[in-house]
RNA sequence: GGGAGGAUAGGAAAGCUGGCCAACUCCGCCGGACUUAAGAUCCGGUCCUUAGUGGUUCAUGGGUUCGAAUCCCAUUCCUCCCA
């Protein structure tokens, strides 16, 4: 008894002792299928939102394998890059918020959490846990080829593919601004931030105003506003250097001066000006004259150059210092000047906008919105005065700064978008202009070229996101591919530098071909000609270990490409795009190796908000999986929406999942064993079971994983709830329900596999039902007419019910009334012609209709809005050929009888003198009740 | 700012090559049956109205059409990506 009890836990400790070695995936005869998944960053346990993007490429690989292929599902771990060196960091540094997220909510062991001071333990231990807990939810992953991204083999792996990368002339030396922690001497990580992790580096343009013998730089976005400028701003309480820059003099504030460093200006600070002053002094520029120096406590040192020009024409910010400094009757003579037309915004936009939105002073916290809507307003629609060129703002834009940058000393200057940007240490984030920073050059018109023409072969599901990737391939420019700090591969060009994350991760799913073999091989002796042997087939003299690289040649042979790779949306603009760029790029000139298809996942949200470690709104796997069973996760996360979609875990919403699978056990349990002999109504379930299968493999094919739940258990369910009651009283289901069973539970197989196993060896299937045979729909078992039959049966059934709802009696009898053989005649007409608003006409001129007058054209009417109501499955076979109605009531009296505890009498509508009779229609018989 | 997608019952979600659509299905809730009870299971209900009917609905406003949740335009809001 105990044994045929519904224990998750108990099918799952039985399923695992199963399926120790099966998922082992070697070459063979059969027909391959190859999936895998953007593999993990291991910085923290998992959540149930991770367990989707598993859960999904496992249900298709066990799928694909019932299906009779030869599956290949591997995994591996990415653990290359800086977040778990500033994770270690922080350890290290007793940080507590770190602490606690380590220790309580991913729960690791004091003695484990005093080892991940070292980066590579954290994600060791990490990877180790990814493991258990995916094999926990019943992957079946082939483990053997596991591997981490810097082990020595992976490395010169990545040093092969880099080889190929440059050689095609793709890899480029150029510089690049980056975020930089002057005390710790090193860029700056999203994840090494305490604040401002959004800020982005921002080129700017430095507009030299001449100052006596010095220049003035005030950086600017707009440097085509020069022309409108009418003062500039200087804080009088800040106090300003005057330094030697690149050996020219410049006042700036004393930050400025520290960031000018780390942007390739030499810089010797001479002597320190009050910003007082500098105040009513004059400066000069050539594109705007002389213009004075004014006071302005809201001018930030610590922005850029510590200078601003003032346009108060078209920046509120400067209309408002103007104003106010005006309205104490200062500076009066100083008029806003106009350069740019733009619709709707008046003759000065930014006086316009200020008193459209009725702004009293510089502290209204509109005013960054109000200048971000005037910034965007003039760039899309504006254009400059005819006096001033008269081009629109996007061109001119460009142009003028070029103009002051070859004639005007102007130079960039980089800084963020908004601050504070504050490094977890503590200090100021500044912009450091890094050299020997190394690029992949993405921009390179010939590589996006066949980037773009092979994605036009890829399958992309769902079909939409295929115009992200076009896009994407369009806008992509170069990438900066080396990184000073973090794990990773040396970059084979100095030595100095790493293979940034991304970079490292692209090419992947050959190694994975050959991950379990090529460990036997001393990494010393993975010379870039061992892999061109391996991968493109190359011939070399000196190749070691020759019989081991032939075995490894095969199994990328019948294993490459890749059918389908799966990931989350999120990576489209990136990692999925590059793997295709590097795979052209590597597998250059053979284009049957390059990747065949991708499945792009939605987000997962947590009762309806976004999941996120940071905020702790996270459920982890490793608890979904003990509190309800591997099989429930595996149902709810497949069922709850489409991979594609972003689902939403609620544990209410889990737990009547976990019912289901309970429901279904028991069910499965109770009716496999049936004996008795077949009925019509066993026919009817067999048909209906066909159509079942057809559709949950169809929609598995599509990656449906909702649909095909929908299809594969509710609809199955349904149908034996109907069946149910259908049976005779004294009957328990015939033989025909224990191959309902075993389809069912196949079906359901890649869903919930703990339980198919048990099932399967409760039926006494042969082997394990990971390998079982997938259904095959039958059509000779379909049969149209049965399940017309019982179509009519369960909507008068409905009928009746509803009838005997509203009418509040007790019934004595029901009589059901069926329609004439003359107005079967007339739906069929109606249902077979091609104008339907004719057939009315059509049909009176038969001399039979025309003798009924009025009660044909009704009956006409009548059947004109039933054959809209009913689907298109029922009408389709009516219009063909009638149903025998009497015979399908009379064999059915019986079950009418017990449904509704009161005799039931079939009588031909015509001429049974019962006036509720005469609406009776083919397929609607009338109705009485007494 | 640029790009992509979306807005349907209390929640989730199907339908979206125009007529079958008050709208599959699941969850929740309400009522009933079974049960000592709970749970499970089964039946019914869940916009208004009603002898199985009819009406009003599918973010808002407009358009195309004999006819639109479904096509087109505008607006509002949401999500994601890039800047």
Redesign the pocket.
């Known amino acids: 008894m105990s044994v045929s009890q519904f224990d998750l836990s108990a099918f799952e400790e039985e399923a695992h002792e199963k399926w120790t070695h099966s998922f082992e995936s070697n070459p063979s005869k059969l027909e391959k299928y190859y999936l895998n998944v953007a593999f993990p960053y291991p910085s923290g346990a998992m959540h149930v939102g991770h367990g989707r993007t598993y859960i999904v490429p496992d249900v298709v690989a066990r799928y694909q394998r019932m299906k009779g292929k030869q599956v290949l599902f591997p995994m591996a771990f990415h653990v290359t890059g800086a977040p778990v060196v500033g994770i270690s960091k922080r350890i290290a540094n007793k940080d507590e918020k770190t602490i606690r997220l380590y220790r309580d909510l991913y729960r690791v062991p004091q003695n484990v959490l005093d080892e991940f001071t070292d980066p590579l333990t954290i994600v060791k231990h990490f990877a180790n846990e990814y493991q258990r807990v995916m094999t926990a939810c019943g992957l079946s992953i082939d483990w053997r080829r596991r591997f981490i991204t810097v082990d020595p083999t992976y490395s010169k792996f990545i040093e092969w593919q880099w080889k190929h990368l440059y050689e095609a002339g793709h890899v480029i030396k150029g510089v690049h601004p980056v975020r930089y922690c002057t005390v710790d001497d090193n860029p700056v990580g999203d994840h090494d931030l305490l604040e401002g992790d959004?800020a982005?580096v921002i080129k700017f343009t430095l507009v030299m105003f001449r100052f006596g013998d010095a220049f003035i730089p005030c950086a600017t976005l707009r440097p085509e506003t020069i022309h409108g400028v009418t003062n500039l701003w200087a804080n009088p309480t800040v106090t300003y250097v005057k330094a030697l820059v690149d050996g020219r003099a410049w006042i700036i504030s004393k930050e400025a001066a520290e960031k000018l460093v780390l942007q390739d200006h030499t810089v010797e600070i001479r002597e320190e000006i009050k910003g007082s002053d500098l105040v009513d002094k004059k400066v000069s520029h050539p594109l705007c004259g002389e213009v004075p120096i004014l006071p302005a406590e809201f001018v930030d040192p610590d922005m850029a150059s510590g200078m601003v020009m003032s346009v108060p024409a078209h920046a509120p910010f400067d209309y408002i210092a103007l104003r106010d400094l005006q309205q104490a009757g200062k500076y009066t003579t100083i008029k806003p000047i106009p350069l740019i037309k733009v619709e709707g915004y008046g003759e000065v936009p930014a006086q316009f906008a200020v008193e459209k939105a009725a702004i009293a002073n510089q502290m209204d916290s509109r005013m960054d919105a109000l200048t971000?809507?005037i910034y965007?307003?003039e760039?899309?629609k504006g254009k400059l005065f005819a006096q001033y060129g008269g081009k629109p703002v996007k061109i001119a834009r460009d142009e003028v700064a070029e103009l002051m940058t070859e004639k005007y000393d102007s130079v960039v200057m980089y800084e963020f978008d908004q601050r504070p940007v504050i490094c977890r240490c503590g200090n100021r984030v500044k912009v450091k202009i890094l050299h020997d920073q190394w690029f992949l050059k993405y921009s390179d018109p010939a590589w996006k070229q066949e980037v773009s023409d092979h994605l036009k072969d890829m399958a992309l599901v769902p079909p939409?996101?295929r115009?992200?990737f076009d896009?994407?391939v369009d806008?992509l420019?170069d990438w900066a591919c080396t990184r000073r700090v973090g794990l990773g591969t040396r970059f084979p060009w100095d030595k100095q530098q790493l293979i940034e994350p991304l970079s490292d991760s692209t090419v992947y799913m050959a190694y994975y071909t050959i991950a379990h073999k090529i460990r036997e091989i001393d990494p010393k002796l993975l010379t870039p000609e061992v892999f061109d042997y391996i991968f493109l087939g190359k011939k070399s003299d000196d190749l070691p270990q020759k019989k081991k690289l032939d075995a490894m040649r095969e199994e990328f042979l019948y294993w490459y490409p890749y059918d389908f790779r799966f990931s989350a949306?999120?990576l489209?603009?990136?990692h999925l795009t590059f793997q295709i760029f590097h795979h052209c790029t590597v597998f250059e000139g053979q284009k049957k190796f390059l990747p065949k298809g991708m499945v792009v996942f939605?987000?997962g949200l947590l009762n309806?908000a976004?999941m996120s470690s940071s905020k702790g709104n996270v459920f982890l796997l490793e608890d979904a999986v003990s509190e309800f069973g591997g099989d429930t996760v595996r149902m709810f996360l497949m069922?709850?929406?489409?991979p594609w979609?972003?689902?939403?875990w609620?544990n209410?919403?889990v737990?009547?999942?976990k019912?289901?699978i309970?429901?279904f056990y028991?069910?499965v349990m109770e009716i496999k064993d049936a004996s008795g002999e077949p009925h019509d109504i066993d026919r009817w379930l067999m048909s209906r079971l066909q159509e079942h299968i057809a559709r949950t493999t169809e929609a598995l094919d599509n990656f449906q994983t909702?649909?095909a739940l929908?299809e594969a258990?509710?609809?199955i369910?349904?149908d034996?709830?109907?069946y149910?009651?259908r049976m005779p009283k004294d009957c328990d289901g015939s033989r025909d329900l224990h191959t309902l069973c075993s389809v069912w539970t196949r079906l359901l197989a890649p869903f919930i596999p703990f339980t198919g196993e048990h099932l399967w060896k409760e039926m006494a299937g042969e082997g394990l039902i990971s390998f079982a045979p997938w259904p095959v729909a039958d059509k000779k078992l379909v049969n149209e007419k049965i399940e017309l039959a019982e179509e009519l049966l369960a909507?008068?059934?409905?009928?009746?019910?509803?009838?005997?709802?509203?009418?509040q009696?007790t019934p004595k009898s029901i009589t059901i009334a069926l329609a004439p053989a003359w107005k079967h005649d007339i739906f069929r007409m109606i249902a077979t012609a091609s104008d339907r608003n004719s057939v009315i006409k059509e049909i009176m001129k038969d001399e039979n209709m025309r003798k009924r007058g009025k009660e044909a054209t009704d009956a006409a009417k009548q059947c004109t809005?039933l054959i809209?109501?009913?689907?298109?499955?029922?009408?389709e076979p009516l219009a063909r050929e009638p149903i025998n109605e009497k015979a399908v009531f009379d064999s059915a009296k019986a079950f009418l009888e017990q449904e509704f505890g009161v005799p039931v009498h079939i009588v031909e509508a015509e001429g049974s003198g019962l006036v509720?009779a005469l609406?009776?229609?083919p397929f609607?018989?009338?109705?009485?009740?007494?």
């Open positions: 959004k982005e971000q809507e965007s307003a760039f899309s939409e996101v115009v992200e896009r994407t806008w420019k949306k999120d489209i603009s990136n939605g987000m309806g976004k069922g709850s929406a489409e979609q972003d689902f939403d609620r209410e919403l737990l009547s999942t019912k289901q309970e429901r028991n069910t909702r649909q929908q258990y509710f609809g369910e349904t034996l709830k109907w149910r009651r909507r008068t059934v409905e009928d009746i019910e509803s009838i005997r709802k509203l009418i009696i809005t809209h109501r009913l689907p298109p499955y029922v009408v509720k609406t009776a229609l609607k018989p009338a109705i009485i009740i007494e």
